[in-house]
């Protein structure tokens, strides 16, 4: 439960699951960008927002990060057709070359995809993020 990734805009990414354990966007009420916020007001999606523009005429543009440091990118492949999750890994991701820093190169990245869980599965890598402090 929680952030699972950061998009662009510096909203976030929960995963799939409300707190009931369904599918946030088949269950959930969402607004027009497919978004809405938790109980404390964070304002996220569970899925890829329609207002991000990453579409053309190849494959997706970067929409934001996970906290692993790998990219989150759109549901296009290589050749701009949506992918589907038989085509990713377990963690909704793959390896191959895409624009990754103002170049081109080839790395694991992630994807949005229409089919649940929309966005990661796992992570790929370790977490970038650190624990804050706590009690």
């Keep these: ?8 805009t510096g909203s976030v990414f929960f995963n799939a699951l409300d707190a009931q354990g369904k599918d946030a966007v088949a269950y959930e009420l969402q ?3 497919h978004g809405h916020p938790e109980r404390t007001g964070v304002y996220h999606y569970h899925d890829l927002t329609p207002c991000l523009s990453l579409a053309g005429s190849g494959h997706s543009a970067l929409a934001g990060y996970a906290p692993d ?3 989150i990118y ?5 050749d701009g057709r949506a992918l589907s999750n038989a085509e ?7 390896t191959h070359v895409v624009d990754w820093d103002g170049r ?6 992630y994807h949005a995809t229409l089919e ?3 966005t990661l599965g796992c992570y ?12």
């Design 116 to 118: 649940y869980p929309y």
């Design 69 to 71: 440091g790998f990219g």
């Design 88 to 94: 990713l890994d377990e963690c909704h991701g793959h």
């Design 31 to 33: 607004d027009r960008c």
């Design 74 to 78: 759109g549901p296009g492949g290589l």
């Design 104 to 109: 081109r190169a080839d790395v694991y990245h």
């Design 124 to 135: 790929r890598g370790a977490s970038a993020v650190r624990p804050g402090p706590g009690p």
């Design 1 to 8: 439960m929680g952030p699972i990734g950061v998009l662009l």
